[in-house]
Nanobody, 124 residues
Framework: QVQLVESGGGSVQAGGSLRLSCAAS????????MAWFRQVPGKEREGVAT???????AYGDSVKGRFTVSRDKDRPNLYLQMSSLKPEDTGMYYC??????????????????WGRGTQVTVSS
């Protein structure tokens, strides 16, 4: 049973914007910590943004000031608003959740649940 489903990916020119969504099952959304990761072939999965149940956030250095992570209070949805996109933002974007521990870790091995990803392609 799929419990995290990403959407909103696509192709955009550099400087453009995209908004990713992640629909989570209630059992997953109740987890304290959620995050967005991205990965390109041949590279390790990179933590982009994290958010806890109080909507406190943290970001990777490469996206600070350009990306914003948020979560609905009333619905089990997670979002990633991406602006001023660059070609190096290209990759498969995944949402993830973990139950316990430090919420702002960006290590993939710390997360228990993963979606299947949505592709983002930024052209120059």
């Amino acid at each position: 049973q799929v419990q995290l489903v990403e959407s909103g990916g696509g192709s955009v020119q550099a400087g453009g914007s995209l908004r990713l969504s992640c629909a989570a099952s209630e059992s997953i959304y109740s987890r304290r910590c959620m995050a967005w990761f991205r990965q390109v072939p041949g590279k390790e999965r990179e933590g982009v943004a994290t958010i806890n149940s109080d909507s406190l956030t943290a970001y990777g250095d490469s996206v600070k000031g350009r990306f914003t992570v948020s979560r609905d209070k009333d619905r089990p949805n997670l979002y990633l608003q991406m602006s001023s996109l660059k070609p190096e933002d290209t990759g498969m974007y995944y949402c993830a959740a973990r139950s316990v521990g430090y919420c702002f870790t960006r290590s993939p091995s710390d997360y228990d649940y993963w979606g299947r990803g949505t592709q983002v392609t930024v052209s120059s």
